[in-house]
Nanobody
Framework: QVQLVESGGGLVQTGGSLRLSCAAS????????MGWFRQAPGKEREFLAA???????HYADSVKGRFTISRDNAKNTAYLQMNSLKAEDTAVYYC??????????????????WGQGTQVTVSS
């Protein structure tokens, strides 16, 4: 059974940093895209960042220059380094994995596996 488990969320002040981790189990994703999304109360799930199997990265304009996605295939883990956090970054953050190899996408429909989410709260 495939599982994605996020960790690293929490409460941080405006301007602070957090590093989210997404540990995958049940299969390897070294040839698959991984992505990060977030969802704030009353809003749709929003794309943040994606990384392809060749380590090509894609970012939403809202986080470009502040967030960095990376992966460690040996650990079957993806990361999201978040710097210069703002109050509007407050949301539940989800990692996702594409079940089909070699592609990469920026929409929720592209991804087959999802974590349970981790809360990030940025206080002003």
């Amino acid at each position: 059974q495939v599982q994605l488990v996020e960790s690293g969320g929490g409460l941080v002040q405006t301007g602070g940093s957090l590093r989210l981790s997404c540990a995958a189990s049940g299969r390897t994703f070294s040839r698959n895209a991984m992505g990060w999304f977030r969802q704030a109360p009353g809003k749709e799930r929003e794309f943040l960042a994606a990384i392809s199997w060749t380590d090509t990265t894609h970012y939403a304009d809202s986080v470009k220059g502040r967030f960095t996605i990376s992966r460690d295939n040996a650990k079957n883990t993806a990361y999201l380094q978040m710097n210069s956090l703002k109050a509007e970054d407050t949301a539940v953050y989800y990692c996702a994995a594409d079940g089909t190899p070699y592609g990469v996408g920026t929409t929720t429909s592209h991804y087959d596996y999802w974590g349970q989410g981790t809360q990030v709260t940025v206080s002003s």
